[in-house]
């Protein structure tokens, strides 16, 4: 079975301070993991993938086998950052597909 | 394009009574999904579909039904509404139910249940 924990339900963090999303998963596989972002009032969008490598608004994650983590990081917060954070991981169903199962959640609060 | 559309956005039902919540997507995806948000639980798969007429159970399917006749639309139906079932429906999207796919996620419908 696939697992997703996010140990924090609430993070606050001061304006300009460095931001720590932590995501543990458990998978016998090799998964695809995601952070989706839903900000006040917008639908749930993808914010990054590991796969892709990328950096977008500022936010980067690293798939850490080892660790079985895939923390989301960012050097300075900004006030436009506060949501609500879920990581995400794609593995096979054992159904012939591949179910996204999603953490609880992680609420950033970044205090002006 | 719309993207993906859900319909109603608020309803209250009374307990044991049945209702369909309408999703649907114009961006030709082949994996639609439906997911509940409850408080401090994220969001849980209930059912997903991998093309039109296949569908299969998520984690919490139990008094839920879905059907996927076309492409385009995956409604979900509760077939005799509980109170447990108070929560925020998501429908979602993907081009294909291959792991790496981004899914994109209807504005969610927000249901009650007296």
């Known amino acids: 079975a696939q697992r997703v924990t996010q140990p924090e339900k609430l993070l606050s963090v001061f304006k300009g301070a460095p931001v720590e999303l932590k995501c543990n998963y458990s998978?016998?596989?090799?998964?695809?993991l995601f952070w989706y972002v839903q900000y006040s009032r917008q639908r749930l969008q993808l914010l990054l993938r590991?796969?892709s490598r990328e950096s977008i608004k500022g936010f980067t994650a690293d798939l850490n086998k080892g660790e079985t983590s895939f923390h989301l990081k960012k050097p300075f917060a900004q006030e436009e950052d506060s949501a609500m954070y879920y990581c995400?991981?794609?593995?096979?169903?054992?159904?012939?597909?591949?179910?996204?199962?999603f953490g609880k959640g992680t609420k950033l609060s970044v205090i002006p | 394009n719309a993207g993906v559309t859900q319909t109603p956005k608020f309803q209250v039902l009374k307990t044991g009574q049945s209702m369909t919540l309408q999703c649907a997507q114009d961006m030709n995806h082949e994996y639609m999904s439906w997911y509940r948000q409850d408080p401090g639980m994220g969001l849980r798969l209930i059912h997903y579909s991998v093309g039109a007429g296949i569908t299969d159970q998520g984690e919490v399917p139990n008094g839920y039904n879905v059907s996927r006749s076309t492409t385009e639309d995956f409604p979900l139906r509760l077939l005799s509404a509980a109170p447990s079932q108070t929560s925020v429906y998501f429908c979602a999207s993907s081009q294909s139910g291959a792991l790496s796919y981004e899914q994109y996620f209807g504005p969610g419908t927000r249901l009650t249940v007296t």
């Open positions: 998978y016998s596989g090799s998964p695809e």
């Open positions: 590991h796969i």
């Open positions: 995400a991981l794609s593995g096979h169903s054992g159904a012939g597909s591949y179910q996204l199962t």
